[in-house]
């Protein structure tokens, strides 16, 4: 009787949150899923009150749209890529960082990082690399035109890369502190360089961690809303900004809530595909 009320309490902790994520997430979620089945009469805010429609998620498939999730999905991939790069090392000179007070100095600055307004962040990039900023002499002298497409999409990825280098290189932090260093030294004293042994040693106990970085940055990059409006100046824009334009613009919530759903399944089919590839090559090594 007693293991039975100890195996319940676990599930009875979990109700309130259980109860805040049905009422703030899988039922607006439903309601949204429902919006994108109803046609859409132009002039009309919102939706139609009868007849259910494919209508919508059709014409996302249409060249037009297939743009904003190319750009999205490519645009975001880059930027996790370099986030990832940079964040990596970053993360493992905290983790090995024998100091107390200078570890504490990098971990306080990352997280106050994440504690600033994306708008001033956004604006602070478009303020230096911008056409505006202090490098427009640089890139005219190398013939890169500040208001190109080139010029606008690298602005986009700097902009990514800032808002997701922190969170990125926090989320390492923690499985790095976690190898054992001797195993470093161990392959070190087997003759093997120091190079070879991080990369025969530490890179492979740290994938886990760093696809679990990359996903987070990731899902960042692809539903990043201010970045793309601000930076991309209208020239490069996501599928987020496509949403609001939908919701907020032309008033077809329809057609705006079939696309937040299909961006929301490419997104779960990515992260599921990810993970499977992750975890095939994490038991094939056990």
């Known amino acids: 009787m007693s293991?039975?009320?100890?195996?319940?309490?676990?599930?009875?902790l979990a109700i309130p949150g259980i109860v805040c994520l049905t009422a703030l997430l899988i039922i607006p979620l439903m309601m949204v899923g429902w919006e994108s089945?109803?046609?859409?009469?132009?002039?009309?805010?919102?939706?139609?009150?009868?007849?259910?429609?494919f209508d919508n998620y059709r014409e996302i498939f249409s060249p037009a749209y297939a743009l904003y999730f190319y750009d999205t999905f490519r645009i975001g991939l880059i930027a996790s890529l370099i986030s990832l790069v940079f964040a990596y090392p970053i993360a493992y000179l905290i983790a090995t960082e024998t100091r107390s007070a200078r570890r504490r100095f990098y971990i306080t600055f990352f997280v106050s990082?994440?504690?600033?307004?994306?708008?001033?962040r956004v604006y602070s990039i478009a303020l230096t690399f911008g056409p505006v900023g202090f490098l427009r002499p640089i890139s005219l002298w190398l013939g890169v035109n500040p208001n190109g497409q080139g010029m606008t999409e690298a602005l986009v990825i700097m902009g990514l890369v800032h808002l997701t280098l922190p969170i990125t290189a926090?989320?390492?932090?923690?499985?790095?502190?976690?190898?054992?260093?001797?195993?470093?030294?161990?392959?070190?004293?087997?003759?093997?360089?120091?190079?070879?042994?991080?990369l025969m040693v530490t890179l492979p106990l740290s994938t886990t961690a760093a696809l679990s970085a990359f996903l987070i940055s990731y899902s960042l990059c692809i539903s990043a809303f201010i970045i793309p409006m601000v930076l991309g100046k209208g020239r490069v824009l996501f599928v987020s900004n496509l949403i609001y334009s939908r919701f907020g613009e032309v008033t077809n919530f329809p057609g705006g809530?079939?696309?937040?759903?299909?961006?929301?399944?490419?997104?779960?089919?990515?992260?599921?595909?990810?993970?499977?590839v992750a975890g095939r090559r994490r038991e094939a090594r056990s």
């Not at 293991?3 to 009875?12: D, K």
């Not at 109803?38 to 007849?51: D, K, N, Q, S, Y």
């Not at 195993?183 to 004293?189: D, I, M, P, R, Y």
């Not at 696309?259 to 993970?275: D, E, G, K, R």
């Open 113 to 120: 990082m994440m504690f600033l307004s994306v708008l001033a």
């Open 257 to 276: 809530a079939a696309i937040a759903i299909a961006l929301l399944i490419a997104t779960l089919l990515i992260v599921y595909c990810l993970s499977s």
């Open 37 to 53: 089945l109803l046609p859409h009469v132009a002039g009309r805010i919102g939706a139609a009150e009868h007849g259910l429609t």
């Open 170 to 198: 926090l989320t390492l932090v923690s499985a790095l502190q976690n190898i054992n260093p001797r195993l470093l030294e161990a392959a070190q004293s087997l003759g093997s360089a120091r190079w070879h042994s991080h």
């Open 3 to 12: 293991r039975q009320r100890q195996s319940s309490r676990p599930l009875l």
